[in-house]
């Protein structure tokens, strides 16, 4: 079974500072997405980046990137000029030939 | 587009009560999933439909949960009876094509607390 672990439980980054979530996960499939999910305080889960393993070049949108180490397992989230509205729970997910995997979740505290 | 619609959003039952959690997905979205997230955790698969029928409900305590999805639109999620470690926030999600790499949009939850 796949699983995916975030070792921090929570991060804080002030107002424009860069902040580096990390994420590891353990798989035998070749093939398989990565995913980061935001879920800010009493409202719903948004997908804020996607990786695809096959693609060695990394992900962005915008003020967000991903750092992927295949061979590593490793799949970390860095938030550029960081904003208030930052302030979430950030889920790492994985998903292969089955179903979606979610790691326990990093809180990114933003403070002005 | 509207987004993916739950109810109720709160729910406080007794053990051993039953309850049901309501879901209508995207327009248009096939697959449909139902995530269990206990506090702290990340969201746990409970079951997923590909239009009504079920592709993966492995990790659905079947001998107290159960979900359909009528007409492969709306669905229901029931607990009958309830026990205290069914608290948690119930989810929610469609997806256009199939789950592997499928972005996946979530409605607002519906937290259980159960006394």
């Known amino acids: 079974a796949q699983t995916v672990t975030q070792s921090q439980p929570e991060m804080s980054v002030q107002e424009a500072e860069t902040v580096t979530l990390s994420c590891t996960y353990d798989?035998?499939?070749?093939?398989?997405?990565l995913f980061w999910y935001k879920q800010p305080p009493s409202r719903q889960m948004i997908l804020v980046i996607r990786?695809?393993?096959?693609?060695?070049q990394n992900a962005t949108e915008n003020r967000f990137s991903v750092n992927f180490q295949k061979a590593a397992k490793s799949f970390s989230l860095k938030i550029s000029d960081s904003q208030l509205g930052d302030a979430a729970m950030y889920f790492c997910?994985?998903?292969?030939?089955?179903?979606?995997?979610f790691g326990k979740g990093t809180m990114l505290l933003v403070s002005p | 587009e509207a987004g993916v619609a739950q109810s109720p959003r709160y729910k406080i039952i007794e053990k051993r009560q039953s309850v049901a959690f309501w879901c209508n997905p995207i327009?248009?979205?096939?697959?449909l999933y139902w995530y269990q997230q206990i506090l702290g955790q990340g969201p746990k698969l409970l079951i997923q439909f590909q239009n009504n029928g079920v592709v993966d409900d492995s990790q659905l305590p079947k001998d107290r949960f159960s979900a359909e999805r009528l007409k492969g639109v709306d669905s229901t999620l029931k607990i009958q009876p309830a026990k205290l470690e069914d608290s948690a926030v119930y989810l929610c999600?469609?997806?256009?094509?199939?789950?592997?790499?499928?972005?996946?949009?979530f409605g607002p939850g519906t937290r259980l607390t159960v006394t």
């Open positions: 798989t035998s499939e070749s093939d398989y997405y």
């Open positions: 997910a994985y998903s292969g030939y089955s179903t979606l995997t």
């Open positions: 999600a469609s997806s256009f094509g199939a789950p592997e790499g499928s972005e996946q949009y």
């Open positions: 990786q695809e393993a096959y693609k060695q």
């Open positions: 327009s248009g979205h096939a697959t």
